[in-house]
């Protein structure tokens, strides 16, 4: 059972819209772990579309990845991934 | 009198019919209390019509067309995510069991929480998300009050031939309407992007966006007339005006019957010469357009997709799987392989050590630049496609070649896979062609080396044009120098066809100009003999090359030579057209 924390930053210019919003989620619910993102003293759990697209993350937006379970690290890395490659969108 | 509305095209093609207004929004629900023994059965009620909303998204999911783009899949998903999201589960329950009101009004108040959390936020395309979270809970409202799943007014009503007039349409709403048999759609919302407009398109349905106050100038049931190819929507046509649209949509009808037809046709020339046609494949989806227009090959298979939105890099064994599994879906027909034309500007992706940051990455690092930066990236895919080489008629050309140097340098890697893979008794065709793409004006300008050196050449018109004029594309101030009839970029792609002939060397056309069915005659003069065509144009472009005589277009091949500007180039194409 690991607890990691990453700071990420929203790179796509659309930022967290629905279609990003549900890759993120599909994404997160395929792991065990407890995922959460933050954004200052918003919080919101990662499996739920809602919660993330409420968190308001437009392009340039920092959050905290906070990924606590027992596959928490490939949840890291996997998620990380996703944001870094702007969810597969051209830009 | 008659009444003229002009907005965008953005789906080809001529509709006559009754309009039929449609009203979006369900009925707005009001408070009604209710009893403590009826709330489960309103909490029940509620979660019925969840799951009913669920279902119907569900069934759109699986009539969207294979062709249409990746990301209305993804669009419909995350409604439907946002459906079954505790958002709409939850609290709407706790709100019935609090309050003791109907599942209407907890909805529509959770609903205008959410939307007022939404129209708070600051970044604007974020704040236009409260148009799904309406969009989410119009489609569950519409379920409790027993309405049709788009706005119709009766529940499977029938819709054969009517026009829709609307504010604005759903994804899902457009393949709805399209099931129920509309014959064309205008909107007051939207642009050429949007996704109703892409995915009109993808249904054939002729479609006018951008037309405001569109609703309270028309009346249901009156005759319009839609011109999607020109944007133009009229209403009140006279009897001449409507005689006009009724033979245009005739001749339109006779024009795609012609086509379909030409599905067997030989791509032969009017002198029975045979012209090589075969169609582009971006997408593994693209096989069903490719199959639908009975291409014989496949000219320009890009091997991008397989790169993207993932963290690794596709593993060799996974590629190899992808390859031979193109002769499957294409009956064995032959396919011409691209390596991958990454760019620095398309991933930034983990395993890439390249820098994202290059202010222009059309000239950056990519193509063939970059698959030799990383040659590990490389050589997975050259062992793959070698390997599947040993399934099928299979070529493979290099995109984005600059110099003798970087072909070498390809070559050598080649070399080195190729001997592996004997030392591994592993099968692989020996003598597969090897091609490159000419797109940079040095290597078009060095045909000759490269047309002695490769087995074949294709021309990539869209970089060939942009690096020739010096131009960025998406750059609107320069954008109109982007034209395929520069004198400039003819008198290169003449020059890299005739060093082509001189070696004995095919060479092919595969960027969008090779489409075009204005250019298909002046190419034919130009001497090209191989077009590589998006699925969605080459019954057309083999209609021109049906109805074309070489013989009649021997005095034009030297004439183009001579051109020097686009208006003399522009006369040509007419002279040509009249022939």
């Given at each position: 059972?690991?607890?990691?924390?990453?700071?990420?930053?929203?790179?796509?210019?659309?930022?967290?819209?629905?279609?990003?919003?549900?890759?993120?989620?599909?994404?997160?619910?395929?792991?065990?772990?407890?995922?959460?993102?933050?954004?200052?003293?918003?919080?919101?759990?990662?499996?739920?579309?809602?919660?993330?697209?409420?968190?308001?993350?437009?392009?340039?937006?920092?959050?905290?990845?906070?990924?606590?379970?027992?596959?928490?690290?490939?949840?890291?890395?996997?998620?990380?991934?996703?944001?870094?490659?702007?969810?597969?969108?051209?830009? | 009198?008659?009444?003229?509305?002009?907005?965008?095209?953005?789906?080809?093609?001529?509709?006559?019919?009754?309009?039929?207004?449609?009203?979006?929004?369900?009925?707005?629900?009001?408070?009604?209390?209710?009893?403590?023994?009826?709330?489960?059965?309103?909490?029940?009620?509620?979660?019925?019509?969840?799951?009913?909303?669920?279902?119907?998204?569900?069934?759109?999911?699986?009539?969207?067309?294979?062709?249409?783009?990746?990301?209305?899949?993804?669009?419909?998903?995350?409604?439907?995510?946002?459906?079954?999201?505790?958002?709409?589960?939850?609290?709407?329950?706790?709100?019935?069991?609090?309050?003791?009101?109907?599942?209407?009004?907890?909805?529509?108040?959770?609903?205008?929480?959410?939307?007022?959390?939404?129209?708070?936020?600051?970044?604007?395309?974020?704040?236009?998300?409260?148009?799904?979270?309406?969009?989410?809970?119009?489609?569950?409202?519409?379920?409790?009050?027993?309405?049709?799943?788009?706005?119709?007014?009766?529940?499977?009503?029938?819709?054969?031939?009517?026009?829709?007039?609307?504010?604005?349409?759903?994804?899902?709403?457009?393949?709805?309407?399209?099931?129920?048999?509309?014959?064309?759609?205008?909107?007051?919302?939207?642009?050429?992007?949007?996704?109703?407009?892409?995915?009109?398109?993808?249904?054939?349905?002729?479609?006018?966006?951008?037309?405001?106050?569109?609703?309270?100038?028309?009346?249901?049931?009156?005759?319009?007339?839609?011109?999607?190819?020109?944007?133009?929507?009229?209403?009140?046509?006279?009897?001449?005006?409507?005689?006009?649209?009724?033979?245009?949509?005739?001749?339109?009808?006779?024009?795609?019957t012609e086509l379909i037809q030409l599905r067997e046709a030989e791509s032969l020339t009017l002198d029975g010469i045979a012209v090589e046609l075969q169609a582009n494949i971006e997408l593994?989806?693209?096989f069903a357009s490719v199959r639908r227009v009975g291409a014989r090959g496949v000219g320009l298979y890009r091997t991008e997709f397989l790169y993207m939105n993932r963290t690794t890099p596709?593993?060799?064994?996974?590629?190899?799987?992808?390859?031979?599994?193109?002769?499957?879906?294409?009956?064995?027909?032959?396919?011409?392989?691209?390596?991958?034309?990454?760019?620095?500007?398309?991933?930034?992706?983990?395993?890439?050590?390249?820098?994202?940051?290059?202010?222009?990455?059309?000239?950056?690092?990519?193509?063939?630049?970059?698959?030799?930066?990383?040659?590990?990236?490389?050589?997975?895919?050259?062992?793959?496609?070698?390997?599947?080489?040993?399934?099928?008629?299979?070529?493979?050309?290099?995109?984005?070649?600059?110099?003798?140097?970087?072909?070498?340098?390809?070559?050598?890697?080649?070399?080195?896979?190729?001997?592996?893979?004997?030392?591994?008794?592993?099968?692989?065709?020996?003598?597969?062609?090897?091609?490159?793409?000419?797109?940079?004006?040095?290597?078009?300008?060095?045909?000759?080396?490269?047309?002695?050196?490769?087995?074949?050449?294709?021309?990539?018109?869209?970089?060939?044009?942009?690096?020739?004029?010096?131009?960025?594309?998406?750059?609107?101030?320069?954008?109109?120098?982007?034209?395929?009839?520069?004198?400039?970029?003819?008198?290169?792609?003449?020059?890299?066809?005739?060093?082509?002939?001189?070696?004995?060397?095919?060479?092919?056309?595969?960027?969008?100009?090779?489409?075009?069915?204005?250019?298909?005659?002046?190419?034919?003069?130009?001497?090209?003999?191989?077009?590589?065509?998006?699925?969605?144009?080459?019954?057309?472009?083999?209609?021109?090359?049906?109805?074309?005589?070489?013989?009649?277009?021997?005095?034009?091949?030297?004439?183009?030579?001579?051109?020097?500007?686009?208006?003399?180039?522009?006369?040509?194409?007419?002279?040509?057209?009249?022939?």
């Amino acid at each position: 059972m690991s607890s990691l924390t990453r700071t990420i930053t929203i790179c796509n210019k659309l930022g967290l819209h629905a279609r990003a919003a549900a890759r993120f989620v599909q994404l997160a619910s395929r792991f065990e772990s407890e995922i959460r993102l933050t954004r200052g003293s918003r919080e919101a759990n990662g499996k739920s579309i809602m919660g993330v697209m409420m968190l308001a993350a437009g392009k340039g937006t920092e959050l905290a990845l906070i990924i606590e379970g027992n596959d928490a690290e490939e949840a890291m890395a996997e998620l990380v991934g996703m944001v870094e490659n702007r969810f597969g969108e051209s830009e | 009198m008659t009444l003229a509305l002009h907005g965008l095209g953005v789906s080809r093609g001529i509709a006559i019919g009754a309009v039929h207004l449609l009203k979006r929004d369900a009925p707005e629900p009001t408070e009604r209390g209710i009893e403590a023994d009826e709330i489960e059965t309103e909490v029940e009620r509620l979660r019925a019509a969840v799951a009913a909303a669920s279902d119907q998204i569900r069934s759109v999911l699986t009539r969207i067309p294979a062709d249409a783009p990746g990301d209305i899949g993804a669009f419909l998903d995350a409604h439907l995510m946002m459906l079954n999201d505790a958002a709409f589960t939850g609290e709407p329950v706790r709100l019935i069991r609090e309050r003791a009101c109907n599942a209407e009004w907890a909805l529509a108040l959770q609903r205008d929480a959410l939307m007022r959390v939404f129209s708070a936020m600051e970044d604007p395309y974020l704040r236009t998300r409260q148009d799904d979270v309406r969009h989410v809970v119009e489609r569950i409202l519409r379920v409790l009050s027993g309405a049709a799943p788009v706005a119709h007014d009766k529940e499977g009503e029938n819709l054969h031939g009517l026009v829709i007039v609307a504010e604005d349409l759903t994804p899902a709403d457009t393949v709805q309407l399209q099931q129920a048999g509309i014959a064309a759609f205008a909107i007051e919302h939207g642009g050429p992007t949007a996704h109703t407009a892409i995915l009109a398109r993808s249904l054939g349905i002729p479609a006018i966006v951008g037309l405001p106050n569109l609703r309270r100038l028309l009346r249901d049931g009156e005759t319009i007339v839609i011109d999607g190819t020109a944007g133009v929507l009229i209403a009140l046509a006279d009897e001449a005006l409507l005689r006009y649209y009724r033979e245009r949509k005739r001749q339109e009808r006779r024009y795609q019957t012609e086509l379909i037809q030409l599905r067997e046709a030989e791509s032969l020339t009017l002198d029975g010469i045979a012209v090589e046609l075969q169609a582009n494949i971006e997408l593994t989806a693209d096989f069903a357009s490719v199959r639908r227009v009975g291409a014989r090959g496949v000219g320009l298979y890009r091997t991008e997709f397989l790169y993207m939105n993932r963290t690794t890099p596709p593993s060799e064994e996974e590629q190899f799987e992808t390859y031979v599994g193109i002769f499957r879906e294409m009956d064995g027909v032959p396919v011409t392989i691209r390596t991958v034309d990454l760019g620095a500007d398309k991933l930034n992706l983990n395993w890439q050590r390249t820098s994202a940051s290059a202010v222009n990455p059309a000239l950056g690092l990519r193509g063939l630049r970059l698959c030799l930066h990383e040659p590990e990236l490389l050589i997975a895919q050259l062992r793959a496609i070698l390997r599947a080489s040993a399934f099928g008629p299979l070529r493979m050309m290099v995109p984005m070649i600059s110099t003798l140097q970087e072909l070498r340098q390809f070559m050598a890697h080649l070399e080195e896979v190729r001997k592996e893979l004997r030392r591994e008794e592993c099968e692989f065709d020996e003598s597969m062609p090897i091609g490159g793409m000419i797109e940079v004006p040095a290597a078009a300008l060095c045909a000759d080396t490269f047309a002695a050196a490769l087995d074949f050449l294709s021309i990539g018109t869209n970089d060939l044009i942009q690096y020739t004029m010096a131009i960025d594309r998406d750059n609107e101030e320069v954008s109109y120098l982007y034209d395929p009839i520069n004198p400039g970029v003819l008198r290169l792609i003449d020059y890299v066809l005739q060093a082509g002939i001189r070696h004995a060397t095919p060479v092919a056309m595969c960027g969008e100009m090779a489409g075009d069915t204005r250019y298909v005659r002046l190419l034919l003069a130009m001497g090209l003999r191989s077009f590589s065509v998006h699925p969605a144009a080459l019954l057309e472009v083999k209609r021109v090359i049906r109805r074309t005589s070489l013989e009649s277009l021997a005095s034009f091949g030297a004439r183009t030579r001579l051109l020097e500007s686009c208006a003399e180039v522009r006369d040509l194409l007419s002279e040509l057209e009249a022939l």
